[in-house]
């Protein structure tokens, strides 16, 4: 539509150029004003279209009666807003299924593959009372699963995928902790801020770091071992503090993780093939961060 606006107007242009020297400049003018009106009315149309286009669903999170201790459901579904809308805000045009959160001591914290009977994608958190920072660090991790398209399938590049879902968590509480200086959920929260920027802290200074080796030297020292385990959370937070810098230097980076894991989920490929087909599904203006995390573990895609 909006090529057609643009090729009608050109013609307009056009004309309005050959009418100096048309002995037919009257019928040539009547024209011109005519393909206006056409153009206004296309206009008009094109604008009654998109205000009938259906809104993408927001992001609906629901938690459900459990074992929460001393926080209420209410406040819990707070908080989760709160974090998912750190990442939700690079998905303004995403229909997102609903969210519910359950509390499971024993399974959490995961996510379920697959839906639930209403469509629903199921969190299984693991902290009840208010501590608010774990229960942002748990529910980041989970929803940054399903940006990833987690799908049940070959494991061999799971260990990237919980990489990138430990770097959401970091991500997204040290965005929360300023958000909640000015913007917390409720007003008298805004002294958690501070508890959530030290949880974050925290996690990074515990992991591991790396003194005598770049990424890349470490992952070749790692690629077995990340290959078969690829839940094993101390190597997973050495590749999360790396990814983290990229995110933070230009979080709209986080656009990309929608396109991660659309290959054949049976297929076992290598980290090459896997970030190579990655690229190949981003939008154009990710296609350079795929290739800088690429180079991150010395790794050349074709």
């Known amino acids: ?23 037919e400049a009257d019928q040539l003018k009547a024209r011109v004003s005519q393909l206006e009106a056409e153009v206004k009315l296309l206009k008009e149309r094109l604008a009654k279209l998109e205000a009938t286009r259906p809104a993408p669903r927001v992001l609906k999170i629901s938690v459900m009666p459990g074992e929460w201790g001393s926080a209420p459901t209410d406040d819990i579904a707070a908080v989760c807003r709160s974090c998912a809308a750190e990442l939700t805000r690079y998905f303004p045009d995403r229909d997102w299924d609903p969210v519910t959160v359950h509390n499971d001591p024993k399974q959490g914290p995961m996510v379920i593959y697959g839906r639930g009977h209403e469509g629903e994608r199921r969190v299984l958190l693991n902290t009840k009372d208010t501590y608010w920072a774990q229960y942002s660090y748990q529910f ?5 699963h399903v940006l990833c398209n987690y799908r049940d399938g070959s494991r061999v590049n799971l260990w990237f995928e919980e990489s990138l879902c430990e770097t959401a968590s970091l991500f997204v509480l040290k965005r929360m902790a300023e958000t909640w200086k000015t913007k917390p959920p409720y007003g008298n929260w805004k002294s958690y801020a501070d508890k ?4 974050a802290q925290k996690r990074i200074g515990e992991t591991g770091k790396l003194t005598d080796l770049t990424l890349a030297q470490w992952y070749q020292r790692e690629e077995p071992a990340l290959r078969k385990n690829g839940t094993d959370r101390a190597r997973n937070n050495i590749v999360a503090m790396h990814l983290l810098e990229l995110f933070e230097k230009n979080p709209d980076h986080w656009k990309a993780v929608a396109y991660l894991n659309q290959a054949d989920p049976k297929r076992e490929l290598s980290l090459a093939e ?7 599904r981003v939008p154009e203006a990710q296609k350079s961060f795929v290739s800088d995390v690429a180079v991150l573990f010395g790794v050349k895609l074709p």
């Open 274 to 280: 896997y970030l190579a087909d990655w690229r190949s």
């Open 1 to 23: 539509m909006i090529r057609l606006l643009s090729f009608v107007v050109a013609i307009s242009v056009c004309i309005v150029a050959q009418a100096h020297a048309d002995p």
């Open 140 to 144: 980041a991790h989970e929803l940054c």
């Open 196 to 199: 959530l920027g030290d949880y």
